[in-house]
């Protein structure tokens, strides 16, 4: 094959010489794998025209869907392969499947549904799992009808995902047409090309019930994820969480494409496929002067390639997201859009976007539980469906099929993103090749399930490809927080490698404060068999130390896990930074520095040499109220981190304060002018006369109306008030006319004015 590349490249005038076709051989095999540690096994025959497959999360059983309705279940019971028809459109209601997804206990299937040959529309319905394994089906999505173009071009709806949290579905829809050209259907829709209801990516709720995606651009707005997707049929999140989806481009010798899918991106369709610009849509194209396409194509010889003065521009500032770049060493042979040389980016140091031409990328999957070798670890992997060609991408028996590329393989695809981070690049592998149109693939720890496709019963297989395994390894990931409180909540994570069995319990540890496991302390377990994490509650009996750590270990098998490479401290931290504010000659505010650990603190206070005083604070101060005037007091305050048991820091340094001295006033003022504290109106008073007073603090209030020999004629209110301004109304009509003082006593202010009574 390098002979014959090499010859390619230097004779570009015989690139379509059927000689060049003798030198390949199309043969079918068996599958190979093309490592060593990759394993291949047969499993059976199945049906004609199977589409999809899928792993059933809840049972771990294999799913596969036939176009025509019947959806089949594949068990192994003893070793024996046992093949049971689950579902047909007897009860899903689906006609002809062509995309099914699981989001744990729900199975979700994709109809591309005719309408006779004039329209179409999409369906999406959901198979919910009820308690007793019978599935309650209903619809989530329909669409209106849309034209068809009823030509092997017209993809319709297939590809679907369920987001990372499943709460919503991308759905994806394939063009109408091959390149963007006029589809009417035989006339049926003159000058129809694609339709807002084609070539684009589309996101509803999964709880949708019933809901109809309209054929119109402006009702189908709020749904529309990312336009300008030639035929997107395979979805897959990295194990990063971004979307990526394969598809094929047109019968020109363009790339095929792998994008990083975007909300409110456009792909390029129909204007540039594969990092080509297509041709058609500049006036006077030639089809016969292409040297990007192949005159056998069905395209071709129908007239879809021709002048297309009518083609639809670009739109101005349209900004278009070019595919992945693939840098080989496999899938990456392309056509020179000039000299029609056929080259390998992977022998050029290049890059391809992204796939060679037809090799139709399907089955797109990822190692998201990172169970396999360090070469594999968390990678993606993808078929190839469609047949070797010859340097034309022509076959022996009249079909089309690829550049050179053998094709119908099982690729690795390594994923990195660029520096800017704005795209991924790629490079793909071949691992095994010899598939028959493999169309689908699933994922069970480190096993590929591969379907392949045919229109002859017994003529496609279900098969086995084992991928090697990394050991069973668990790494622990360090604490978000280097200081944790007794009883405080925390959540672990780790990481894992190779294979956990089902049933396996994953287990948090704690060593003890000088980072010993000699006996660890379990916090937390789950039952998982991968990555994930676990909230555990730190013991509130656990020891003061600053030298803990945390590793995770299983069950099945049994393994322990590395240790938090960073130390953390488990303490009830005292408060810090004390403070006194706001003293008076009864009160005074004390202060603290807040604690991450506090539930509450228990303060002290007491006056210098007597017994201890204790309060509890809700937040990081405490007013103390009923204090002496013109006294040295002394006060501390500790954190309590724990309700049950009890679990108290240390007390913070003694601090100390002393009272101001008590006020006292005597005010005799002829005009009556108010203070700050308190004044009264009328005076001279005759009936009633109102006190108004302002209170600094929540204080116990005495007013009492006295004589002029200062005894007290009167209690006029003793009360409990608090901070800010009130009034009372005082009745003196019983009173003797003459003069008369008020006394106003607080915590701390002492006031006495003069009142005549007529």
Known sequence: MAHLLTIIRLFSGIIFCCAFSSKIIFAQSNPIALRPDVQVEFIKK???YCARIAIDPVS???????????VHRVTFPGGIVKDTVLYTTAKHHVTNIYGMAFF???????????????YKFGLVVRGKLQPNGIRLWDTVAVTQYYPAGNTTFDHGFGGIIPTPAGDSLIICSGSRTDHGEVASNGGLFPGIREVPLTSAAFCISSASKNLVLPADEEGLAPFLYADGLRNTFDLAYTSDGDLLGCENSGERDDPDEINWIQKGRHYGFPWVMGGNYNPQQYPGYDPDADVMLNKNSFGYENGFFHDDPEFPPKPPGLVINAGIENYGPDADYYRDTTTGIIMQTGDLGTFLNSFTSHRSPIGLLFDYDQVLIEDFNGDGFMLGYQYEGDSAGNRPNGQTGTILDPSQDLVHLDFEKNEAGTNYKVNSTRIVGGFEKPVDACLLQNVVYVIEYSNKNNKASLWKVTLPVAASTITTADLPEEELCPGEEVTVTFSTTGIFNSGNVFTVQLSDENGSFNTPVSLGSITATSNTSVEVIIPSGSAAGDDYKMRVVSSNPAVIGSTTEEAFEIACPKPASTQTEDIMATSAKVKWEEEDCAINYQVKYRIAGNSWINVNANNDSKKLSGLSPSTNYEWKVRTKCVADPKIYSKYSPISSFTTLPLKETLINSKNNQATNHFSFYPNPAKDVTTLTFFLQED????????DMHCRKVKTVVAADFSEGSHQVQMDVAQFASGMYFLELRSNAVLSVRKIIIE
């Open 104 to 118: 744990d206990s729900i199975l979700y299937l994709v109809g591309n549904e005719p309408v006779d040959t004039t």
């Open 60 to 70: 771990n059983a294999v799913m596969y869907a036939e176009t025509g309705g019947k």
């Open 699 to 706: 204080s116990f209030l005495d007013i009492s109306l006295l």
């Open 46 to 48: 199945v049906p004609a």
